[in-house]
Structure formats: C-alpha cells, structure tokens
DNA sequence: TGACGGATTTCTGTATACAGAATATCCAAT
DNA sequence: ATTGGATATTCTGTATACAGAAATCCGTCA
C-alpha cells in the first residue's frame, strides 16, 4: 500500500470531523470545542483548526461573532437550491463541452461508464447499487471535467459537495422513492442523452438536459425529507436539515 | 469607528496576503516561504497559514505535493471560464427571482442603485468613476441576492472574488478599452432590462440577459489582455495572469 | 423569588518550540 | 567540466504554551 498510510494529520482531522457531522453526530447548530474535539480525533488542535476551517469553506460550519464554529443548518430550500445549482454547472459543463468540442479520450471514458451501469441495472430484480453509486460519481466527475475547463470543474465539485447536492446523495433511499428501479433507468437514459448532445454539438439541449438531470434528485429528496427518520444514519448529511 | 480597528491577525493576513498577490508582488507560481511572510505582515505564523489556507480555497494559492504554497496562475482560458460561470450563476439568480417573486425592498435597493448610476454617467465628459465601481459592484451584489437563496448568493459571491471575475475587475481600464464611456451606457442598459424581466416574471429573458451582461466583462479583458503590462498594477489580479 | 453583579472557569486566538522532510550546497571522482 | 553523493540548511507540519475574551455560576440584594 506504499504511502498511502502517509495521511495528514489535518486530512485525518478534515475526514473524521465531516464523518461526524454529515452523520448528524452534533445536533444542527451545535458549536463544537476545540479542545474536546482534538482530544477525540487523537491530533492536536493546529490541524483540528485547519480542518475547521477547510469544512467551514465548504459550508459545513459556520463561524459564531462571538469565535468559535457551530454546524451550519440547512432547510429544505437550502437543499433545492444547491441540487438546482449543481444542475445549473453540470448544464454548463455539458453546454460548452458540446459547443468547445470535448476530449475524445473522455468521451470514451464517459461512454465506457454508461456501458458499465447498464450491466449494473440489467437485472431488474438485483440491480447492483454499490456499482450504482460509485458509477454514477464518476460519470458525472468526468462531466464535470469534459468542457476542458479547470474552473467549471472545480466549481462543479465545490457545488457538489455541499451538504446532499451531490449527484450520488439519495441513491442509498432505495426502499422509500417509489419506483426506485425505474428512476435509476431514467437516470440512466438521461445520462446517454446528455453525452449524445454533447457529441452533437447540441449546447442548448446538452445544458437543459443536464438541469432536467439534477431535477431527479430533487424528486427523490422530495421523497426522503419526511421519511423514516432512522434514514438519516444512512444518508449522509440528511441530519443537518431542519424544517423550513 | 467604534470596533472597526479590532481586526484579527487572521483578517490582516488575509487581506495583506491577497493584496500582495493580486498586485503581482510575486510571480505567478512563486513559493510563499511562511517565515519572510510572517515577519513581513507582522504576525505569526499560524494565522498567516489560515489566510493561505484561505487564499488556497479562493483558488489564488495551490498546495504543491512537496508541502507549501504557491501562487496559481491563469491563463485566458481560466479568465474567460470564470467570467462565463459568474454570468451563469448570475443569471440563475435573476431566472429564479423572476420565478419566484422578488422581495419588494431588494428590488426598490437595485432600481436605487441604478438611478444612482445614470446621475454618475450623466455627463459624457465626465463620468464618476469611482461612483461607478462602487455601484455597479452593489447592483451585483443585490442581484446575487434577489433570488433569496443563500445558496446562490454565496456562490454568486465566491466566483466573483477569483482573480478578474468580479464584475468590476475591468473598469479601471478607461484608456486602453475603446469607447468605454459607451460600454459603461450599454452595461447600464442591460442592468435596467435585467430588472426590468424579473419584474415581469419573465425567467428566461432575465437569465439571457444576466449572461450576456457578463459577456462585456470577456469584451472588456479581450482589450486588456495584451495592452500595455503597467496596467498590471491598477488592474488587480491581471499580473497573474500568463499566456495560454 | 427574581435579578443583578462579580468571580471563576472555560474557550478561543496567537505565538513559539521542535522534529522530520525537502532542498540546496559543496566536494570529489570520472 | 560535469555528475553523483553526502552533508548542511531551510522549510513545513505539528504540538504546546500563554493571554485575553466569553460564558457560566454563584452569591447577594431588592
């Protein structure tokens, strides 16, 4: 495994702490000492703080005037807002990916992925939703980086990871969005038109299909906001919603 | 001046640090050694490593794999990338105000402002510049926030702030753009028919017409691009810049 | 019984010390 | 003269110490 044990205490700090948080550990709202924290995730706090910081510009925490941090609350339209955004980046990415002429080498890696989800959900009754997720991610980090642009990229997976944006955030919500199934083949159908726009040179419909892409997660988030609350444990970042 | 003068360590680096920066003090990709900055600014190092974590996550600073910092470059592409993301998400926050309704007072605040520009550019022979800068930073800033979506605010705010993506990265270039004083009216134009498509709930309009506002700021650097280098030092950020 | 004020305690913000790694320097050998 | 290697130096990452501010708690007074 080579260097890959030759972590950072602050990347130690920045991955334990946004586990804890996504996964509602503190209440919303709650401020969380340093000292107790650092204590906890075994560094000290000079990385903690670093950490901090980095999640703070990630939107996960916000600083109180009176010093310290808490976690940042979202409502529902905080939720909407940030999947309609990513579907507003994605559509660019897609619009001028199609209009600049994409990479043929990412094109093809693109396409490989959708070939590799279709052989994930070929079996209707055990579709394989690990290879699912995973899948998913990357189609849409490839994307994301399909115009050629770094800033359209990088903004795309600042958008994406805030708090149940990303485009892999409900798919764990099998057994509460009805018609599960079926919403991962119409993903899946939207997912070759988006690349068949793009191929095109189709900007105006590879941007309205991605938006209308980023739609079906709000359709699911739709479904999953008053669900069985024990859901929260499974879907990350779902705790830090409050009612509107 | 009540509590202005209680500025943090961390807020004088951050701001000191970014000057620096975007007057091109160092070269694009230079190291930032944190020990001469430290002693430069006055401060120790551990706020001046949360500014540059700052600056890192504003994009203007980028970790090398060995450890440290330096400075980021761009070339037009990435300048050109950004000017088009802020008009995107600009224009998502118009679209979605005229979808959604705006509130009233933020719009009276916006068609203020824009009363206030005709009176700065009333007088061809000598338009208020500064006045100009100061408002027209202001109408953006409203407009990022018409949509009521922190969400988009934010992010709104956050493209804005990379290197000659704000909305006003290009106004000091009076010499070297061609009839300015005619840009300066036709932008004015445009902040008035933005308003104007919210007012009437007309989404689309109002997101094409954001966009292509953001279109002048691209006109404008075309110009800017390639004239005289001693611009570099009133035009923050421009020294940064490197040939594609 | 409630509220106000002072003291205590906790917490954050900042500075500094230390260790390990990366980089530069210098000398020798080809 | 150039290249390789070993040493020395600089720099970063991390831990810890300290001071000042914020919050809390308790006692006293109305």
New binding site residues.
């Given amino acids: 495994m080579g260097d890959a044990d030759r972590i950072?205490?602050?990347q130690k700090a920045t991955l334990g702490l946004r586990g804890m948080i996504m996964s509602g550990e503190f209440g919303a709202g709650a401020?969380?000492?340093?000292?107790?924290l650092s204590e906890r995730l075994g560094?000290?706090?000079?990385?903690l703080?670093q950490a901090m910081d980095r999640l703070e510009s990630e939107g996960l925490l916000e600083?109180m005037p009176?010093?310290?941090c808490r976690v940042a609350s979202f409502d529902l339209d905080d939720i909407n807002d940030a999947i309609e955004l990513r579907g507003v980046v994605e559509g660019t990415a897609a619009r001028l990916a199609a209009e600049r002429g994409a990479d043929p080498e990412l094109m093809t890696a693109a396409e490989q992925v959708l070939n590799e989800i279709d052989i994930a959900v070929s079996d209707p009754d055990s579709v394989d939703f690990d290879a699912y997720v995973g899948l998913n991610a990357r189609f849409h980090e490839i994307l994301a980086g399909l115009a050629g642009s770094a800033v359209i990229r990088r903004e795309a997976e600042r958008i994406s990871n805030l708090p149940l944006a990303s485009p892999s955030a409900f798919l764990r919500g099998q057994e509460v969005i009805p018609d599960f199934n079926a919403s991962l083949i119409r993903a899946q159908g939207q997912h070759k038109a988006i690349l068949e726009a793009i191929s095109n040179r189709e900007g105006a419909r590879a941007e309205a299909l991605a938006r209308e892409h980023a739609r079906l997660a709000r359709l699911n988030f739709a479904f999953l906001k008053d669900a069985d609350p024990r859901l929260a444990t499974r879907i990350p970042g779902l705790a830090l919603v409050t009612a509107s």
Same sequence: chains 1, 2.
């Fill in positions: 950072s205490q602050v401020r969380l000492p340093e000292v107790a560094i000290s706090r000079t990385p703080r600083r009176s010093g310290g």
